[in-house]
């Protein structure tokens, strides 16, 4: 195990059975999550677990006009996984908080997928 202070598109992710990617993701800006996203497949052994959110276009951080977060429908965040076998996609759409305690409404999809390719 290690730490390291990297950006998404950049990191040298290592390789990996296991792929957790908790509400972390949509932080990555637009024009580099296509690279940040084909780093983390390459990443995953065939066979392996990726579990993570993505944040849907409902989201209240969307409807403010951030042009700093990715954002995938349904259908987008389904083609992701092309070479996976979905195992679980829920899709969270409704008023929550944030960590802070600050209301706001929540437009995510959860996945659970294997690495089939």
């Given at each position: 195990?290690?730490?390291?202070?990297?950006?998404?598109?950049?990191?040298?992710?290592?390789?990996?059975?296991?792929?957790?990617?908790?509400?972390?993701?949509?932080?990555?800006?637009?024009?580099?999550?296509?690279?940040?996203?084909?780093?983390?497949?390459?990443?995953?052994?065939?066979?392996?677990?990726?579990?993570?959110?993505?944040?849907?276009?409902?989201?209240?951080w969307v409807q403010l006009e951030r042009r700093d977060l990715?954002?995938?429908?349904?259908?987008?965040?389904?083609?992701?996984?092309?070479?996976?076998?979905?195992?679980?996609?829920?899709?969270?759409?409704?008023?929550?908080?944030?960590l802070l305690g600050r209301s706001k409404h929540w437009h995510?999809?959860?996945?659970?997928?294997?690495k089939t390719a």
């Amino acid at each position: 195990m290690f730490t390291a202070c990297s950006s998404f598109e950049t990191f040298d992710y290592p390789q990996a059975a296991l792929i957790t990617a908790s509400s972390c993701l949509f932080f990555c800006r637009p024009e580099h999550f296509a690279e940040a996203w084909r780093r983390i497949v390459q990443a995953l052994r065939p066979g392996g677990i990726f579990c993570g959110h993505f944040m849907g276009p409902m989201d209240s951080w969307v409807q403010l006009e951030r042009r700093d977060l990715s954002v995938r429908d349904r259908a987008q965040t389904e083609q992701l996984f092309d070479s996976f076998e979905l195992l679980d996609l829920y899709e969270h759409n409704q008023p929550g908080k944030t960590l802070l305690g600050r209301s706001k409404h929540w437009h995510t999809y959860s996945v659970l997928a294997r690495k089939t390719a």
